[in-house]
């Protein structure tokens, strides 16, 4: 996420790049009745359960979006029987990369093509969007449409307008506070907030909006000095939201520090990751320092592709 955390979530809008960090699901059908789960990502040697128990009982959390996105493809689409559905991933989930959404959008697609059924790409929003919603109550789907569309993104939900900006790379850099962050529980707590002080919180989302809006036309000019500034005027208002932290304060503060042109946290907040944006020429130097004060730096390259079938040669 680029910009416009929270405020997406009621209606405004966000910027959000897909990252070249993949995550691999493989579906197969099976003669027993079952719907089976092997993804040892997250801890999953193989989680099986009937079909006619899908959706039912609890669902652990490692496996909640893929079982309860196969029961919804069942009754949408009449179809259905035993699976076996085994994924991998390059990068782990603790990083806040939207894996969870990745992972559905993944699902998904590796469904239509094994029983033959055409999704638009908005059909597939829809009905990933729909899954996260059952999960979670609340969502916004600006990673779901960010794993469909691919690029960077102009987006306000629940893809209404999806606008690609860019097919360049963004020169941020990445690093992990060392924080795994409940972005639900954020939600929740920003939502808590803003019914208890609606003019407040509403009148932070406008300023976000605003900013958001003029990041787009920074983002179609390359003109990442100001797209800098903008993401550090964005910080400003989601530290007034209350979601940022200590170690994401101290990771931003020495980007700045090291000469970005600006920084912020990416995501809910409350930890997972920050983002900031530098020229070449001191980019080395302030991940060095990032990592001197306890970042993780990862190492992603922007504006990557969507969603797409693997051929056996590409695997």
Known sequence: MLFGEHAVVYGHPCIVTAVDQRIFVEVQKKDNHSFSVVAPEVGVDKYTKSLIEIGKATIPRSVVFLEKLYKKFIEKYS???????????????????????????????????????????????????????????????FDLASAIWGGTIYYIKPAKIVEQLSEK???????????????????????EEKANNADKI?????????????AKTAIL???WPQVGNLMTQNQLLLA???????????LI??????????????????????????????KKKMEIELENVGGQVLQVHTG???VRLETESKK
């Not at 029983?115 to 990933?128: G, N, Y």
């Not at 009148?203 to 809006?213: C, D, G, L, S, V």
């Open 221 to 223: 000019a390359s003109d």
């Open 240 to 250: 007034e939201l209350g979601v940022s932290s200590t170690e994401l304060d101290s």
């Open 253 to 282: 503060s020495v980007s700045l520090l090291s000469g970005a042109y600006g920084a912020k946290l990416s995501g809910a907040g409350g930890g997972d990751c920050m983002i900031a944006l530098a020229d070449q020429k001191i």
């Open 169 to 191: 790379e963004i020169p941020i850099s990445v690093a992990y506070t060392g924080i795994k962050a409940d972005t639900t529980s954020l939600v929740k707590m920003v939502a």
């Open 304 to 306: 990557a592709d969507a």
């Open 79 to 141: 179809v259905g029987g035993g699976i076996q559905v085994t994924t991998r991933s390059e990068f782990s989930a603790k990083f806040g990369f939207g894996s969870s959404s990745a992972v559905t959008v993944a699902f998904a697609k590796a469904l239509t093509k094994l029983f033959a059924i055409e999704l638009s790409k908005k059909e597939l929003f829809d009905l990933c969007y729909q899954t996260v919603i059952d999960v979670q109550g609340v969502g916004s789907g």
């Open 202 to 214: 509403n009148e932070i989302f406008e300023q976000i909006t605003i900013i958001t809006k003029l």
